[in-house]
């Protein structure tokens, strides 16, 4: 059965880091289009990274130079570095895979992606 999961997500002091996990099991995911999302309660689920199949990287301007998207098509794993985390981190966290090779601009859209992990809670705090 095709799924990914996350794993990574915590609690944190601002500043901090952390590093997301998405396993991808029963296809290859990697080799897509795949990207980063997070949601707080009450507000649109928001893209804030993608990785092209080639590992072309693209960041919402809100985690631009803080956060890190990267893959290991060896692993089928997607993952999302976190540092200098600040309060408006503190969110769902969610992978998404496309079935495109090419993010393009649907990158940040939630309806551009077909399969979504389950979330990992990410909590930065003061």
């Known amino acids: 059965q095709a799924q990914l999961v996350e794993s990574g997500g915590g609690s944190v002091q601002a500043g901090g880091s952390l590093r997301l996990s998405c396993a991808a099991s029963g296809y290859p995911y990697t080799s897509y289009c795949m990207g980063w999302f997070r949601q707080v309660p009450g507000k649109e689920r928001e893209g804030i990274a993608a990785?092209?199949?080639?590992?072309?990287?693209y960041y919402a301007d809100s985690v631009k130079g803080r956060f890190t998207i990267s893959k290991d098509n060896t692993k089928n794993t997607l993952y999302l570095q976190m540092n200098r985390l600040k309060l408006e981190d503190s969110a769902m966290y969610y992978c998404a895979s496309d079935s495109r090779y090419w993010c393009g601009d649907g990158r940040y859209s939630e309806s551009a992606y077909d399969d979504w992990g389950q979330g990992t809670q990410v909590t930065v705090s003061s």
């Open positions: 990785i092209d199949s080639d590992g072309s990287t």
